[in-house]
């Protein structure tokens, strides 16, 4: 399938790594521009889509700052000349899993700010220059954002309004053309879900009906896709993508 994303300019956070990096690798085999923004560096990946010959502008930036988005934001219209395509996949869970009762107010400014201002502020700070392209959205949600899990409550409520905030805003941009729709991830193997203090080892993938976790490259395939026109009846969607593990 031809996904026709030639010379679409595709904005990745959370583009240094892990599902990010895959989306990212994967437009630009398609023939994408990719702005890549991140609070690590994200120009080792800028680096690889220049191997294959693509296009990659490496934007350090928090995405909790609203200022700062607002102003990569206008590097990226400058640099390109505006954008067809926004991932938000930059996202946090705070580094120790704990019940509410024992959680940090840092834990909680962490995982909001972070996940769900996050989100806000790229997709307020985006829509002018995808709408004057009817261009798209799509945010990041979790599994873990439809349904209840014990010493991730705040990031499954961050996800919950991930979730929430995806269909909103479709209704609302709707009438310009924009299409806003949402991934929810099962476990998958990136730096996000290991070395967590707390987390029991082997129960992502044993979550899962596959008995394993996925690749970034697969959740990547299905971004891709919802960024594409061939998508183009789908907006509001909520698309689950986790080996089945919220299936039973
Ligand atoms: N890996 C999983 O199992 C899994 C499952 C479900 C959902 N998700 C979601 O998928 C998304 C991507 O996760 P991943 O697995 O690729 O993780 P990852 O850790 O590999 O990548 C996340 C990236 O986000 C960046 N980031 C974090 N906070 C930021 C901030 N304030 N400003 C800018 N950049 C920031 C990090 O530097 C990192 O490069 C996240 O939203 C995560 O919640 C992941």
Redesign the pocket.
């Known amino acids: 399938m031809n996904l026709e994303l030639e010379g679409k300019v595709v904005v990745i956070?959370?583009g240094?790594?892990?599902?990010?990096r895959a989306t990212a690798l994967g437009a630009a085999r398609e023939g994408a521009k990719l702005a890549l923004?991140?609070?690590?560096d994200a120009k080792s990946v800028a680096g690889e889509i220049a191997d294959l010959g693509g296009e990659a502008l490496a934007l350090g930036?928090?995405?909790?700052d609203a200022a700062t988005v607002e102003a990569t934001m206008a590097r990226i219209v400058e640099r390109f000349g505006g954008m067809d395509v926004l991932v938000n996949?930059?996202?946090?869970?705070g580094s120790v899993r704990k019940p509410v009762i024992e959680t940090s107010d840092a834990t909680w400014d962490l995982t909001i700010e972070?996940?769900l201002r996050?989100t806000f502020n790229l997709c307020r700070a985006a829509l002018p220059a995808l709408r004057e392209r009817e261009g798209t959205i799509i945010n990041?949600?979790?599994?873990?954002g439809l349904i209840g899990t014990a010493n991730l409550v705040v990031y499954g409520a961050s996800?919950a309004g991930v979730i929430n905030f995806t269909r909103g805003l479709a209704v609302e941009e709707g009438e310009y053309g924009v299409r806003v729709n949402c991934v929810?991830?099962?476990?998958?193997d990136?730096?996000?879900?290991h070395h967590k203090p707390g987390a029991p080892k082997n129960a992502?993938a044993a979550a899962t009906i596959m008995g394993r976790?996925g690749e970034?490259e697969e959740i990547a395939d299905v971004i891709l896709f919802l960024a594409s026109p061939r998508a183009s009846y789908m907006t509001g969607a909520i698309v689950v993508a986790d080996g089945g593990a919220t299936a039973h």
């Open positions: 956070t959370g240094a790594s892990g599902i990010g923004i991140d609070q690590s930036c928090d995405i909790r996949s930059a996202g946090a869970a972070t996940n996050g990041i949600a979790s599994e873990l996800k929810c991830p099962g476990p998958v990136t730096p996000f879900v992502p976790m970034p």
